[in-house]
């Protein structure tokens, strides 16, 4: 789904990935899910482009729908995968906490696992090789995307911001759609391992100039993304 000049979609809803589009190729933000691959097949074929245009692959956190296609287009493309040096071993080996899930509705929650299962998340396929990212820096890879530490749902969540394509990309550092409990709207996401330290991380947005606000779980977001942080503080007081 094209949603501006260089930015496109794939995925829906309940799990998205995003594509940041230009002449000199393609950056990946987020695998999404392992059956995502066929979503990513058919936007590059509709960009009249393949998975060897794309230059490189980060990932906002290591959890298992984030990182669905990531070693399958490493393995077979050579598509370097970067994640937060804190995340390199969940996106490597799934190791993490165990956390509370917080509310939850059977219809949203069946949905979101029904789903998952459809787009083949089990077994959870690990990124065997990583490079690791760091707060502050700008990667040589299209759209010149810069990491943004974003710690509190993972401690090596992050979110990428990229003025070519007017986008702050957030992963699960808030959502627009909590898969657990259907509700829409600006939020903090489930699963996360620190909320305070998670809402703490909200500042690192308000210095951000975007008109895209993008996470990996629920719909696209138009607004600036100091508003955008704003917003979800007020839906967890």
Known sequence: ???APHLHRIGNDIVAAYLIVTDEGITVVD?????HWKDLTRELDELGRSPRDIRGLILTHGDSDHIGFAERLRREYGVPVFVHEADAERARTGEKPKVATGRMRFGPT???????????????????EVIEVHDGD????????????MPGHSPGSIAVHSALADAV?????????????????????????????????????AGLEASWVLPGHGAPWRGSPAGVAAAVRTAAA
Request: charged share 15%.
């Open 1 to 3: 789904m094209k949603l």
């Open 31 to 35: 695998a999404g899910l392992p059956g």
């Open 110 to 128: 069946l949905g979101f696992f029904a789903y998952a299962l459809r787009k083949r998340a089990v077994p959870t396929t690990y990124v065997s």
């Open 138 to 149: 700008v990667l040589d890879l299209p759209g010149a995307p810069s990491i943004i530490g």
């Open 169 to 205: 990309f957030v992963g699960d550092a808030l959502t627009t759609r909590h898969v657990l409990t259907g509700r829409t709207g600006l939020q903090p996401a489930p699963f996360t391992d620190d909320p305070a330290e998670a809402s703490a991380s909200l500042d690192r947005l």
